[in-house]
């Protein structure tokens, strides 16, 4: 009878130990999942995940609305491969990419988007001259008809659009100047930075209307997350959800507190996952003020977005087993059932007692 029970009870220690081996030997692709809306960091210099490196700047993948989309790149391609690899991150099997703005902490990593999936669509800022390429009527500058044809541009026959190129040839770029829905329920946000030091940068934010709310994505809120989030307010007053970076890594106490009060009681957000430049002093206000609605979101972390947002997966916090395993190894142990070997061939070699640790 003892044995019999030993043997339920193997079968239940050997069964959840695989499931768990299972889980975490390798990487879970980040295959779209119908129905699935979640955000994958790839990118940042905080995390808890070993098999990934950090480093300043910020990509992540967001999987919403039937769309797997890229969101910006990070700094540097190597790194930006190793940690897509991490993830199991097909980047071939993305709809679309958005890069935020020209920084290169966010757009570094371009060159090995590019050299694995060479034609993907990439919404980006328009702007003058940008590195995205550009394209200006040529009545934007002055022009003096009393020169002769070899002094002046185009010889005095400029064509009507002026079109410049972009530091991604061949790359499929789509310019943004304004506000636009690029897919059922997906926006992007254009608007202009004016603070000291960006004063013109032109940046991309990603709104997603789902039946929780709007779901919004930011790069470095250089225009400022506040004004990000009331332009996103104008599609559906419901913030459900904000991740990304706030670009408060400068700010001092009295501003973080004012920011962080605002999108808890003005916006009411109802979650927040703040990363990249939203600065540390923020991260610990954030969490005070949102409590239990403030979600970490490391480098590695993927975050379910639906009704509750939670995190679901993290290398770091994953459940820590060798406690339970040590526990079971102890309890087989004392079993005669294992002095002759009878049990030891059913259990994993992790779970066997010590004694047993070596038999094959």
Known sequence: MQTARLFVLVAAISSAWLMSSCATASPTPAAAT??????????????KDATMTKDWGYAALVEINGKRILFDTGDDPSILAKNVKAKGVDLTKIDFVVSSHRHSDHVGGF??????????????????????GS????????K?????????????????IMRFGSVFPGANIVLIDKTTEVAPGITLIALVSDAPGTKELKELSLAINTPDGIVLVVGCSHPGIETIVAEAAKINPHIHFIAGGFHLVVAQD??????????HDTYKADYIAPGHCTGEPTFAAMQRIFGGRYLYAGLGTTLDIGAVPRVASDHGAAPNHDDDSRSYRMLLASSDDFEDGTLSASLPRALRPPSLSARP
């Open 34 to 47: 119908a129905g699935a809306a979640r955000i994958t960091v790839l990118y940042d210099a905080f995390g």
């Open 111 to 132: 060159s090995y988007l590019l050299s694995v999936n060479p034609k993907v669509k990439i919404y980006a800022p328009k702007e003058g001259f940008g590195i995205f």
């Open 135 to 142: 394209d200006l009527p040529s009545k934007f500058y002055r």
């Open 144 to 160: 003096d008809d009393s020169l002769p044809a070899e002094m002046r541009y185009y010889n005095g026959d400029p064509p009507e």
């Open 254 to 263: 009295a501003a973080i507190e004012k920011i962080a009060t605002s999108l």
